[in-house]
């Protein structure tokens, strides 16, 4: 059954000139011209797709490309301006996780407001309730006001009263925004089990690992238009050939080969590309079981990166991938962090990201460590290094699982948001 039908969607928003009033005596002095649109853009112009029952549809593209306007129109909350859409079943949205919240109340009555929000009776949010606080992580704060909440645990508890509406039809803006990484392999886990539940789920990530490993289909939204709809990997092999074309066009001619501390040696065009607007000057490889880095038991086994970056020319901001892949070129362990703000990007500037998997189970075989940094919209690279970095996980004991909830944190100079600690 489909879940949701799409047809020609489109919207626009209107742009104001820039001599507007601002005051209504600016805007009587001048006979109240300018207040209207100056012109209309269009944020999304001709959209069509539809998502089957138990299917999960990622939407991939750069910033500004339409994804979470795609997915208000979905979730009821602004309408199109062209087009229909058709939803059937009962839509449930973490796009804002924590409407409806209000600080001076405490994280229960925030939680039980917030399930009868979504749809839920009284009676089934106290069923519920202490699944909620469990999953959330907050048994001991959970009657603490609101405002005493960091930004994470305000998203924890939000993200479990959302999950436990139970939808049949679940929109999801950047689900890794929740959370340190370890809550959020959680997540994730739940919704697969959602998804086994026959839920529908619209994943909005600029994550292409995630994509690849969590969805059925792909839509790739291109400055408002649809670039392509089918299967996730056809889908997400086109949008990683563009990334990549866009990558050789404005990488430089000129970078000579480098060698990091471990003895890896970089060269562009063979092992190395990017820009190099920023550039990793650094990876160390850090194992529990062999200090060298190269090796890893098979099981309960730590592994630990180090990157050190440059800034070597001004930009907006950055978005780092790290993902550990099979020799055969599955991927097993994927994070990604983003940066804050950036206060001046004028000045080189040099800091360090470091990922941390613990508790890894890793099949016995050869693996490559890949890292990568990007622009704030993912459209192309500024360094990429790909299988340089070989990590060989050997058989110490016996038995075999999946593998373990990832954690990453980002340090840099002050100019850069830091994570919260949990």
């Known amino acids: 059954m489909r879940t949701i039908e799409a047809h020609q969607l489109g919207k626009r928003y209107r742009r104001t000139s820039t001599d507007r009033p601002h005051t209504l005596q600016e805007a009587f002095l001048t006979g109240f011209r300018g207040l209207g649109a100056a012109d209309y853009v269009w944020s999304l112009r001709e959209v069509s797709f539809t998502l089957e029952s138990g299917r999960v549809l990622g939407v991939i593209g750069r910033n500004g490309a339409g994804k979470s306007t795609l997915l208000r129109i979905t979730g009821g909350v602004s309408p199109p301006d062209e087009g229909v859409i058709r939803i059937n079943g009962r839509g449930g949205g973490l796009l804002e996780l924590t409407a409806g919240f209000h600080p001076d109340l405490t994280g229960r009555e925030n939680a039980e407001i917030g399930g009868v929000l979504r749809g839920l009776s009284r009676r089934e949010v106290l069923r519920n309730f202490d699944s909620v606080v469990a999953f959330a992580e907050l048994e001991r704060a959970i009657d603490r006001p609101l405002r005493t909440y960091s930004t994470g645990m305000q998203m924890r508890l939000a993200f479990s009263v959302a999950i436990h509406a139970r939808p049949e039809i679940l929109l999801v803006d950047e689900v890794l925004a929740v959370g340190d990484l370890s809550f959020q392999e959680k997540c994730l886990e739940r919704i697969k089990s959602l998804r086994a539940e026959g839920c529908s789920i619209l994943l909005v990530s600029h994550d292409a690992s995630l994509v690849q490993k969590m969805c059925t289909e792909a839509l790739w939204l291109k400055e408002g238009r649809v670039a392509a709809f089918g299967s996730a990997m056809d889908v997400l092999r086109e949008y990683i050939s563009e990334m990549r074309t866009e990558t050789l066009r404005r990488a430089p001619s000129d970078a000579g080969p ?165």
């Open 258 to 422: 480098t060698v990091t501390t471990q003895g890896f040696v970089l060269t562009m065009g063979r092992n190395r590309f990017g820009t190099l607007e920023l550039s990793i000057t650094d990876v160390r490889i850090r194992t529990d079981s062999d200090l060298s880095g190269l090796e890893a038991a098979a099981e309960e086994d730590s592994i630990n990166v180090e990157i050190e970056y440059a800034i070597n020319s001004p930009i907006d901001g950055f978005a780092f991938s790290v993902n550990l892949i099979h020799d055969d070129g599955r991927v097993r362990l994927s994070s990604n962090s983003t940066s804050g703000p950036l206060a001046d990007g004028s000045e080189p500037r040099c800091g360090h990201l470091t990922v941390t998997w613990p508790n890894v189970t890793l099949e016995p075989g050869t693996y490559f460590l890949e890292v990568a940094a990007y622009p704030s919209d993912w459209s192309y690279a500024f360094d990429y290094h790909t299988r340089t970095y070989p990590v060989v996980a050997r058989q110490h004991s016996t038995g075999r699982s999946s593998v373990a909830p990832t954690l990453a944190s980002v340090h840099a100079d002050a100019s850069f948001e830091l994570p919260e600690p949990r």
